[in-house]
Nanobody, 126 residues
Framework: QVQLVESGGGLVQTGDSLRLSCAASGRTLNNYGMGWFRQAPGKEREFVAAINKSGGTTTYVDSVRGRFTISRDNAKNTAYLQMNVLKPEDTAVYLC???????????????????WGQGTQVTVSS
């Protein structure tokens, strides 16, 4: 079992930055690919970014590419999502997830992931 706990969310203004963290316990994180998803009220859970087990490969949804950066520190058992130039449409609960699968295009799909955190709220005011 892997337990994931997100932190770093908050209320910010348009153009601000936030750094989300996803701390893992229970298993060594370097055995898992990691993903960040978000869910706004009344909307489906949306893929945001993913990173492979070693951290050498990343992928993003088009709407955040160039603004968000996913990274990981396996020594600290933590994954991160650096979010810059935030927009009101980025407002959502952000969740991290872990998968034992090797990296592929499936990293964009919720069903690929074995473990999920509870999420952290990000609110961007205009």
């Amino acid at each position: 079992q892997v337990q994931l706990v997100e932190s770093g969310g908050g209320l910010v203004q348009t153009g601000d930055s936030l750094r989300l963290s996803c701390a893992a316990s229970g298993r060594t994180l370097n055995n898992y690919g990691m993903g960040w998803f978000r869910q706004a009220p009344g909307k489906e859970r949306e893929f945001v970014a993913a990173i492979n087990k070693s951290g050498g490969t990343t992928t993003y949804v088009d709407s955040v590419r160039g603004r968000f950066t996913i990274s990981r520190d396996n020594a600290k058992n933590t994954a991160y999502l650096q979010m810059n130039v935030l927009k009101p449409e980025d407002t959502a609960v952000y969740l991290c997830a872990a998968t034992s699968e090797s990296y592929s295009s499936r990293y964009r799909y919720t069903g690929t992931y074995d473990y999920w955190g509870q999420g952290t709220q990000v609110t961007v005011s205009s």
